[in-house]
């Protein structure tokens, strides 16, 4: 491949400033929603052959386009390693991986490779400037919400240990052990409260109450911790179209 060409493709796949660009990018867009309509329609019970065909006319070429895209994407890539290896090259290969795996196999004995199709919802991610925002808040805010997480999980086990003491002499078919109580533990600290499991002592309905408590923090702070990066993101992001 040419240099010429091999630039006039890179700024084909890369920038939407052009109109030929731009439909390259609509056309992958569409198709990747046609293709997630089509998983779901895939489900409904009672398809017909007829109807089962169609979808599969639409699977099979939509991999057919990108994996066109993906081959052109590695093609112009610089260094070809470093996007393999990226997440958006990484998310292009899973999308269409499951395809290629299920010729010639029975997919119901790959049916956990059907979900990695829903890989490709994250290919939307490539073109769209709010959700580029979003994945630079998560990376700002990585190191804070992992820190959170673990706090988070700490919490939770916690929670489990303390109900599970509470109420297991009482309610020994409900929380009969420490696992039982992570499912009231989770259910609880997110503010869910689902009511299928729990406590009616004394202790544990206090204890309950405490574990209300600092479940709003767990909903808050996440949230707080995003909103901040988001900001932040926003404010590179016009920084760097000011230069």
């Not at 007829?50 to 639409?58: E, K, T, V, Y």
């Not at 890989?119 to 490539?126: C, D, I, T, V, W």
């Not at 989770?186 to 499991?197: H, K, P, R």
Request: charged letters at 20%.
């Amino acid at each position: 491949m040419t240099p010429n060409r091999t630039s006039r493709l890179a700024h084909l796949v890369e920038h939407n400033e052009t109109g030929a660009g731009r439909i390259f990018d609509l056309v992958i867009q569409a198709l990747i929603l046609i293709s997630l309509v089509t998983f779901s329609i895939e489900t409904l019970p009672d398809l017909t052959p007829r109807a089962q065909r169609i979808l599969d006319w639409i699977e099979a070429g939509s991999v057919a386009v990108f994996t066109f895209e993906y081959a052109l994407r590695l093609a112009v890539a610089k260094p070809r390693l470093r996007f393999a290896t990226s997440f958006y090259g990484v998310i292009d290969l899973l999308a269409i991986l499951p395809f290629y795996l299920s010729l010639g196999v029975d997919m119901r004995s790959l049916r956990a490779l059907r979900l990695f199709r829903l890989l490709r919802a994250f290919k939307l991610l490539r073109y769209s400037r709010a959700l580029k925002r979003m994945h630079r808040a998560f990376a700002i805010a990585r190191e804070e919400l992992v820190l959170f997480l673990f706090a988070a999980a700490i919490l939770i086990y916690f929670a489990a240990v303390g109900i599970y003491y509470f109420e297991n002499p009482v309610q020994p078919e409900v929380f009969a052990s420490v696992f039982d109580g992570l499912w009231w533990a989770v259910a609880t600290l997110t503010t869910v409260g689902y009511g299928d499991v729990y406590p009616v002592t004394a202790g544990g309905r206090l204890f309950a109450v405490i574990v209300l408590m600092l479940g709003l923090g767990v909903v808050a702070v996440p949230t707080g911790l995003v909103s901040s990066a988001l900001g932040q993101a926003r404010d590179e992001e016009v920084e760097a179209r000011s230069r």
